[in-house]
């Protein structure tokens, strides 16, 4: 069971690359689903099923929260850094840009 639930955890973490929050409804369903199925085919009570089930339903949304994270990460660590840039300076520079717009 532990084997699905990291697949489960792998699989949110990529769908948090591509796709929005509503496709771990699904997801979860069809992954508590089949932890339930699991469970309840390999001997084990219905209270001990629906632990397997919410264990491996839950899985993939801590990985599409894990993705969401790394992704974020990556992206602040991919942009360009400008050390000589002051806000008073670029703030100058939209006001003059604005200014030489207008008609006199």
Known sequence: MMSAAIFSFLVGAVLAWAFRVWILLPLSILAFLLGFGFGIASDA??????GY????GMTPQFGYAFGLLA??????????????????????ALYKKSAMKRPH
């Not at 009570?45 to 629906?50: F, I």
């Open 71 to 92: 992704r974020s990460t990556l992206t602040g660590l991919r942009a360009p850094l400008r050390p000589n840039s002051s806000r008073p300076a670029s703030v100058a």
């Open 45 to 50: 009570t219905v209270l001990e099923a629906s």
């Open 53 to 56: 089930g919410l264990l491996v």
